[in-house]
T-cell receptor
Framework: AQSVTQLDSHVSVSEGTPVLLRCNYS??????LFWYVQHPNKGLQLLLK??????LVKGINGFEAEFKKSETSFHLTKPSAHMSDAAEYFC?????????????FGAGTRLFVKA | SQTIHQWPATLVQPVGSPLSLECTVE??????LYWYRQAAGRGLQLLFY??????ISSEVPQNLSASRPQDRQFILSSKKLLLSDSGFYLC????????????FGDGTRLSIL
C-alpha cells in the first residue's frame, strides 16, 4: 500500500537558519516523489521532483531533497530560510499501479519564518 | 507555455444554491484534469479526475459532480450546496499518461452561508 507521512504539521525557524521538513513514504513500487509549496490562497507550485535519477534533488528557491531508500524518507531542506519561504509544503508520492498511476498527497507542513 | 485558469477566485453562496466552477487549460492537448478540495488546515482531497472528454472518475461520493465538455475545460458543479462544501477548490492538470507532476490553478475560495 502507498502512503506518505509528513512528520511535522508546523515548523518554525528564524530567518537565516536552516529549514528541515520531514517526509516518510511507503510504496510497493519504485516511487516518484515530489515537494510542492502553497502560499496563502494560491495553488500548489512544484518545488522539486525525484524520479529515480540522482538521489539528491535540487529545486527552485534554494530547496533540495534527498531520497533515502533505506530510510524511506524524502526530507526537504534549505540552508538559510527567507521570510518569503513562509508557506505550506506538501510531500507527494506517486507510483505506477496496474491500470495507471496512484498519487498520494501528504497532509502538509506549515513553515513559519521569524524575523 | 501552458497556463491554467480557474474562476471565480472567491464565491459566497447560500446553502441549497447551485454551483458551477470552471477551469480551463491552455497550451497543451489531451491533459489529465483534476479537481481537489482543501478544507481549512487539512491536505488535499482528490474529488474527480478526467483522462479525456466525457471521461470522469469520482474519488469521493458526495453531492458534487464534474464534467469535461471540451478537451481543456473541466467544470465542477452541484445542484444544492451543503455547509460542508465550504473550502478551497483547486483545479490541476498533468500530461497524458502520467499524473505527476501536476500544475495547479490559483483556486476558488468557496464559502457557504
Amino acid at each position: 500500500a502507498q502512503s506518505v507521512t509528513q512528520l511535522d504539521s508546523h515548523v518554525s525557524v528564524s530567518e537565516g537558519t536552516p529549514v528541515l521538513l520531514r517526509c516518510n513514504y511507503s510504496s510497493s513500487y519504485s516511487p516518484s516523489l515530489f515537494w510542492y509549496v502553497q502560499h496563502p490562497n494560491k495553488g500548489l507550485q512544484l518545488l522539486l521532483k525525484y524520479t529515480s535519477a540522482a538521489t539528491l534533488v535540487k529545486g527552485i528557491n534554494g530547496f533540495e531533497a534527498e531520497f533515502k531508500k533505506s530510510e524511506t524518507s524524502f526530507h526537504l531542506t534549505k540552508p538559510s530560510a527567507h521570510m518569503s519561504d513562509a508557506a505550506e509544503y506538501f510531500c507527494v508520492v506517486s507510483d505506477q499501479e496496474t491500470g495507471g498511476f496512484k498519487t498520494i498527497f501528504g497532509a502538509g507542513t506549515r513553515l513559519f519564518v521569524k524575523a | 507555455s501552458q497556463t491554467i485558469h480557474q474562476w471565480p477566485a472567491t464565491l459566497v453562496q447560500p446553502v441549497g444554491s447551485p454551483l458551477s466552477l470552471e477551469c480551463t487549460v491552455e497550451g497543451t492537448s489531451n491533459p489529465n484534469l483534476y479537481w481537489y478540495r482543501q478544507a481549512a488546515g487539512r491536505g488535499l482531497q482528490l474529488l474527480f479526475y478526467s483522462v479525456g472528454i466525457g471521461q470522469i472518475s469520482s474519488e469521493v461520493p458526495q453531492n458534487l459532480s464534474a464534467s469535461r465538455p471540451q478537451d481543456r475545460q473541466f467544470i465542477l458543479s452541484s445542484k444544492k450546496l451543503l455547509l460542508s462544501d465550504s473550502g478551497f477548490y483547486l483545479c490541476a492538470w498533468s500530461v497524458q499518461g502520467s499524473n505527476q507532476p501536476q500544475h495547479f490553478g490559483d483556486g476558488t475560495r468557496l464559502s457557504i452561508l
